[in-house]
């Protein structure tokens, strides 16, 4: 089956690049492209694709609201985004990720991790590359709502805290069935529960979860 992508970069340059490293995928098809956040949630809105790979910074909406366009907790039906930008200079990422991000991107991750990224976002599953999440989590943990983090509507297993744990350093669900020698729709059931207990939508939000309730140490 082929993933549908539509990419928005304010950058024309990065645009094409996006386009042309997906389109070279031999099951990924760039099906749209925008150059604002507007053209984006209009253009994915009208075209539903499976995977939307949005710049955090872009003129007028912006990546973020994009996303929450899209994505957020008010959206009934949402699509799957993953945001690409340079962490070095973007301190918008952690509000994105809120905003239902499904996973993100640095810009230098490199053609084979982007793909992987589109895949993982397309089949349900999110890409949290380990040293990216620790130090966005680190970086922006201040940008999180305040007070205590939510509780789970039912305690956590003994199991679930082990791959709650996993999730939260950015581990697939193929390495956590190995890890902890179970199957995979065994994993699937447990991340499942994960999200219900946690009222998370995402494993991006599992991973934030962990790292908010010190489940997670940063390194």
């Not at 082929?2 to 690049?17: N, S």
């Not at 962490?87 to 793909?115: C, H, I, N, S």
């Amino acid at each position: 089956m082929t993933v549908r992508v539509v990419v928005a970069d304010d950058q024309e340059i990065v645009r094409t690049g996006l386009t042309m490293i997906l389109n070279a995928e031999p099951d990924i098809e760039v099906v749209g492209q925008a150059g604002d956040g507007l053209g984006a949630v209009e253009l994915a809105r009208r075209l539903r694709p499976d995977v939307c790979l949005f710049d955090i910074r872009m003129p007028g909406v912006d990546g973020i609201e994009a996303t929450r366009r899209l994505a957020g907790p008010a959206v009934a039906d949402p699509l799957a985004v993953v945001v690409i930008t340079t962490f070095d200079l973007d301190e918008y990422v952690y509000a994105a990720l809120r905003a239902g991000a499904r996973g993100f991107l640095l810009k230098d991750a490199g053609a084979a991790l982007l793909a992987q990224a589109v895949h993982a976002a397309a089949a349900g599953d999110a890409l949290i590359a380990p040293n990216v999440t620790t130090r966005l989590l680190k970086a922006f943990a201040g940008a999180g709502p305040a007070g205590p983090a939510r509780q789970p509507v039912d305690p956590l297993t003994g199991r679930e805290e082990e791959v709650l744990g996993a999730v939260a350093r950015g581990r697939t669900n193929t390495e956590i069935a190995t890890e902890f020698h179970i199957s995979l729709s065994t994993v699937k059931t447990h991340v499942a529960s994960l999200m219900a207990k946690l009222g998370a939508r995402n494993r991006v939000e599992i991973a934030m979860w962990a790292y908010e309730t010190d489940r997670v140490r940063f390194r």
